[in-house]
T-cell receptor
């Protein structure tokens, strides 16, 4: 099946710093989403981005489908950005709903 | 608030028992998905329903079953529970196979 690898596994930032999280996937996809899981366990949808670039406030994401990777940018990080960031994909030709998740990047933002 | 509701929030039960988790999708969403998050397996897709019909199956055990009712709410039934079934169970919904919105989850503890 499709493999999803996220890097780095852990990231510690000072408040105000910028960061880039990466997601590599092993096959063509028809769905790619970025999620933030907060310390209370809630999974919050950040972007639906199977290709192209999107921005939402301090967050932006880019997916280069032909090269099988996606990047999530966090600028001017805040302590509330702490948590685990997941990339999830579904394989082109398969069920678009069957999301395969990476292991996540655990982000800690220090005040 | 994603608009997806799940009940109960927490469930504590004993090995061998059976439980039912309930999910109400966002208004207008026809697809419902179930995922399991455990420490050792990460986030795994279990099953998808679309407008009452099973659409895709993932790593769902034979002891687990699900259904989607005419009002589009869904239930996940877990039987003959084992210690290893302790996990966070998420329901998600989408219009079709695009952006999935996750509910707050049900934390199941099997003692």
């Amino acid at each position: 099946g499709i493999q999803v690898e996220q890097s780095p596994p852990d990231l510690i930032l000072q408040e105000g710093a910028n960061s880039t999280l990466r997601c590599n996937f092993s096959d063509s996809v028809n769905n790619l989403q970025w999620f933030h899981q907060n310390p209370w366990g809630q999974l919050i949808n950040l972007f639906y981005i199977p290709s192209g670039t999107k921005q939402n406030g301090r967050l932006s994401a880019t997916t280069v489908a032909t090269e099988r990777y996606s990047l999530l940018y966090i600028s001017s990080s805040q302590t509330t950005d702490s948590g685990v960031y997941f990339c999830a994909v579904s394989r082109r030709g398969g069920s678009q709903g069957n999301l395969i998740f990476g292991k996540g990047t655990k982000l800690s933002v220090k005040p | 608030d994603s608009g997806v509701t799940q009940t109960p929030k927490h469930l504590i039960t004993a090995t061998g028992q059976r439980v039912t988790l309930r999910c109400s999708p966002r208004s207008g969403d026809l697809s419902v998905y179930w995922y399991q998050q455990s420490l050792d397996q990460g986030l795994q897709f279990l099953i998808q329903y679309y407008n009452g019909e099973e659409r895709a199956k993932g790593n769902i055990l034979e002891r687990f079953s699900a259904q989607q009712f005419p009002d589009l709410h869904s239930e996940l039934n877990l039987s003959s529970l084992e210690l290893g079934d302790s996990a966070l169970y998420f329901c998600a919904s989408s219009v079709q196979g695009d952006t999935q919105y996750f509910g707050p989850g049900t934390r199941l503890t099997v003692l």
